[in-house]
C-alpha cells in the first residue's frame, strides 16, 4: 500500500493503462477486461486488474496534468513493480490532417511545464520520447484492427486555459495535437526506466467548432483503448 494507492503488492499487473478520467478506467475494465477486481479507490482514483485475452492487465485513472499523473507514475512503479504504462486519453487536434476521432500514436511530447526545465536545468532542452518498442507495435497492432492513426509529436500543456500560447505556431511546427500529460510520462519513463506511450483519441480540434461530449470522451473511445490492448499483451 502507497499514499495514494489503497492497494497489496501483486494487485497491480506489469502492464497497466493509465486513462486520466477515473471513469474512462471504469469503463474500460467493465468492458474489455474479464475477472475485474477493483485495486484502489482512494480520492475516488479508480484502479482495476483483470485479464485480456487471458492477459494480466491493470487501468488506472491518473488525473489531470503532469503533478497529478505523476504520483500514480511513481508508486505504480516504485510500489507495485509495474513495468509497461500506457496512456490512453483524449487530446486536441491541432494540425491541419487531424480530425475529431483520429487516433494518435505520440512518438516525442513537446511541452511548456518546468518539469523537464527542472529536472536537467539550464541549457539542457531534454526531448521526452516514447518506448520505441511500444511505439512500432502499437502501429502495426492498428494497421492490423484497420485503424488509421497518425504518428508524430504533441504538446503537453501545463495549463489547459492559456490564452498566451501560439498554438498556430506548434501546428506550423509538425505537433499534432495537445494534451496535459505525456511529456511527464517519457520523462519518467525514462528516469525510472519502464516502458511508456501514449495513445489519443482526438476529442476537439484547436481550430475549429467540432467536439465531443464528456460522456462521448469516457465511453465511446474504443478504437484507441484496443490498440493499446492489444499492445499490451505483445509485450
Known amino acids: 500500500m502507497s499514499t495514494h494507492i489503497n492497494a497489496q503488492m501483486g494487485d497491480y499487473a506489469e502492464t497497466v493503462l493509465l486513462p486520466g478520467d477515473p471513469l474512462r478506467a471504469k469503463y474500460i475494465a467493465e468492458t474489455f477486461l474479464d475477472n475485474v477486481k477493483q485495486v484502489n479507490a482512494v480520492r475516488n482514483a479508480l484502479g482495476f486488474t483483470g485479464e485480456y485475452h487471458g492477459y494480466r492487465i491493470s487501468v488506472q485513472g491518473s488525473g489531470m496534468g503532469i503533478p497529478s499523473m505523476s504520483i500514480y507514475i511513481n508508486e505504480l512503479v516504485r510500489e507495485f513493480g509495474v513495468k509497461t504504462i500506457i496512456r490512453v486519453g483524449s487530446c486536441g487536434g491541432m494540425a491541419p490532417d487531424v480530425h475529431l476521432r483520429d487516433v494518435l500514436l505520440v512518438s516525442g511530447s513537446s511541452t511548456d511545464s518546468a518539469v523537464v526545465a527542472n529536472t536537467f536545468g539550464y541549457g539542457v532542452h531534454?526531448?521526452?520520447?516514447?518506448?520505441?518498442?511500444?511505439?512500432?507495435?502499437?502501429?502495426?497492432?492498428?494497421?492490423?484492427?484497420?485503424?488509421?492513426v497518425k504518428v508524430g509529436?504533441?504538446?503537453?500543456?501545463?495549463?489547459?486555459?492559456?490564452?498566451?500560447?501560439?498554438?498556430?505556431?506548434?501546428?506550423?511546427?509538425?505537433?499534432?495535437?495537445?494534451?496535459?500529460?505525456?511529456?511527464?510520462?517519457?520523462l519518467l519513463g525514462a528516469k525510472l526506466h519502464f516502458k511508456?506511450?501514449?495513445?489519443?483519441?482526438?476529442?476537439?480540434?484547436?481550430?475549429?467548432?467540432?467536439?465531443?461530449t464528456a460522456q462521448e470522451r469516457e465511453r465511446t473511445f474504443n478504437d484507441m483503448i484496443k490498440i493499446a490492448l492489444e499492445t499490451a499483451i505483445k509485450q
Open 126 to 148: 531534454y526531448a521526452p520520447l516514447a518506448n520505441f518498442e511500444l511505439l512500432d507495435s502499437a502501429y502495426h497492432v492498428a494497421k492490423e484492427l484497420g485503424v488509421s
Open 153 to 186: 509529436d504533441i504538446f503537453a500543456a501545463d495549463r489547459f486555459y492559456n490564452d498566451e500560447l501560439d498554438m498556430q505556431k506548434l501546428a506550423d511546427y509538425g505537433v499534432l495535437g495537445t494534451e496535459m500529460e505525456s511529456a511527464g510520462l517519457y
Open 196 to 212: 511508456a506511450l501514449s495513445v489519443l483519441t482526438v476529442s476537439d480540434l484547436i481550430f475549429g467548432s467540432e467536439k465531443t
